[in-house]
């Protein structure tokens, strides 16, 4: 079993409809979780960082961590075509390297 | 955000040589980078771990002695692909936390690097 379970998709949906990603992790020494977008070609940019459970908020995007289900998503509001991308969740605990999932490939249709 | 930048964005070298790709912290500290492997459509695969002002830690089947690491600042570290041949071609990705800690991790534009 590996330690981030990530769905590869692809996930297609409508324009400006709401997106849901999630990850599943088995490590409950995870700590600190990032998402990631990342375009073809290109280093991942990082979207959101949270520590611990909860939620945060920024623009359009939400992260949610529940550390009880080790289960963590990124909703995307009033997607966009130019949100399509791979979105990679990542976390780390107390060593410092991140394990990132698998990516889940996301396609905005206008 | 921090800006990480990575030189060269793209490289083609030819079998046999060498190839020294740049990884910088443009506005912060870092006293740990990592060096990064993709495939197409896979997720990022760690090669290594570079501190600064020793020896880089190494993923299992990483050959340390191909991938030659260097983190002399703590803005700098760099990674030489030696010996290049044609299976090492691939997309190299560094990151750097900023800080000690698990801070958050910027990116680099990544080096796509082509042996022929």
């Known amino acids: 079993q590996k330690e981030v379970e990530q769905d590869p998709g692809p996930l297609s949906v409508p324009e400006g409809a709401i997106v849901s990603l999630n990850c599943t992790y088995s490590?409950?020494?995870?700590?600190?979780f990032m998402w990631y977008r990342q375009y073809s070609r290109k280093g991942p940019e990082l979207l959101m960082y949270?520590?611990?459970?909860g939620n945060k908020e920024d623009g359009r995007f939400t992260a949610q961590v529940d550390k009880s289900s080790k289960y963590i998503s990124l909703f995307i509001r009033d997607s966009q075509p130019s949100d399509s991308a791979t979105y990679l969740c990542a976390m780390s605990g107390g060593a410092q390297k991140l394990v990132f999932g698998q990516g889940t490939r996301l396609t905005i249709n206008p | 955000g921090a800006v990480v930048s990575q030189h060269p964005s793209r490289v083609i070298c030819k079998s046999g040589t060498s190839v020294k790709i740049e990884c910088r912290s443009l506005?912060?500290?870092?006293?740990?980078m990592f060096w990064y492997r993709q495939f197409p459509k896979q997720s990022l695969m760690l090669m290594a771990t570079s501190n600064e002002g020793s020896k880089a830690t190494y993923e299992q089947g990483v050959e340390k002695d191909k991938f030659l690491i260097n983190h002399a600042s703590l803005t700098l570290s760099t990674l030489t692909v030696t010996s290049a041949h044609p299976e090492d071609s691939s997309f190299y990705i560094c990151?750097?936390?900023?800080?000690?800690?698990?801070?958050?991790?910027?990116f680099g534009q990544g080096t796509r690097l082509t042996v022929v």
């Open positions: 990151s750097a936390r900023r800080g000690t800690g698990n801070t958050e991790a910027f």
């Open positions: 506005d912060f500290q870092a006293t740990t």
């Open positions: 949270t520590y611990s459970s």
């Open positions: 490590n409950s020494a995870f700590q600190y």
